[in-house]
């Protein structure tokens, strides 16, 4: 029977042995759990690539942002969970509901979480995929005039460095909570960025609001809103407005690429972006700001835009070329052929253009068919014992 001292020595053998062969095998890293902190020596960081490519120079600046979202429901919620994912540094949640089962068919919200307030349910989802971001909650209606004065001393000085949030997003379903967001950011000179889904789930659209610069919500309202209209007197009884996860999801990706944007300053911020799930439309355009809202600070923001001195570009005026050649001894032109090239009869949409046209029979001119075409079997029979 071996000692303990034989034992041990034998011990000391295998280990030495299996140190030699992982040597002389492949190296294996160890492999760190995954980190969600968005820096440039972060290998998974797949975001950092916006950066490597050029798209975006200073994308780890995301870390500095704060972004309230406003209603954290088909919407909001997938929002929310996209900007942790992106690394935001702060995120503000605002609501007052609670999760329901009827909440299942989102892409966020899971059963054991019924009962729970939307805020406490997706702080706690939020926190367990990227516990750097700082997530704050706030449950009540902003709509109340007590709660509406905690919303606006809230987004004035909930940001990371104790200011106004960078962004505010919002994801409600009514038209009170949008006025009452609206009136807000009005008065506090709040960019912020409008989002919806219809009713019938095939439609939505996102609209960024810079005060006095864009059009806020009262500018253009919709027209129940116009004709003074309750929309609680719009809802059926045992009737709710449909929720496709599919069209909540699309908004949300539209909602936060822009949000991405407008934050880093990369590429162009929609004003204005619809979607028609029915026909794939994307509608996009400028809505200016109208003079005779009945929002006053609107029309306050409106004055205070127009007094900012304006960028005037420079434009430099082109000369008139000179013809290369002055003399033109042999009466060369050069002649333009496109024009005599058939039209496409394929209906295009604005933006979209055809590199090229396949021509059929019907499209040759008569003059370019050969004689063959006119000519009968037995004539040309006739012309050829002539020869």
Known sequence: MATVEELKAKIVQLEMKLEAAQQKGPKRHKIDVMSSEVVDSN??????????????????????????????????????EMLTRCGIGRLLLFDYDKVELANMNRLFFQPHQAGLSKVAAAAETLRDINPDVDIKTYNYNITTVDNFQNFMDTISTESLIGGQVDLLLSCVDNFEARYAINTACNELNQCWIESGVSENAVSGHIQLVIPGETACFACAPPLVVASNIDEKTLKKDGVCAASLPTTMGVIAGLLVQNTLKYLLKFGQTSNYLGYSALTDFFPTMRLKPNPVCNDNYCKIRQKEFEARPKVIELVKEEEDEKPLHEDN????????????????????????????????????????????????????????KSI
């Open 43 to 80: 290998p998974y960081s797949r975001l950092m690539a916006l950066k490597r490519m050029g798209i975006v120079d200073n994308y780890e600046n995301i870390r500095n942002f704060t972004v309230a979202v406003v209603g954290v429901g088909g919407v909001g919620s997938v929002t929310a």
């Open 329 to 384: 001894d042999w009466g060369i032109s050069l002649v333009d052929e496109s024009a005599n090239e058939p039209e496409a009869k394929t209906q295009m949409v604005d933006g979209i253009s055809l590199e090229y046209s396949l021509s059929n029979d019907n499209d040759v001119p008569k003059s370019s068919k050969t004689a063959q075409d006119d000519v009968n079997l037995e004539d040309l029979i006739a012309q050829m």
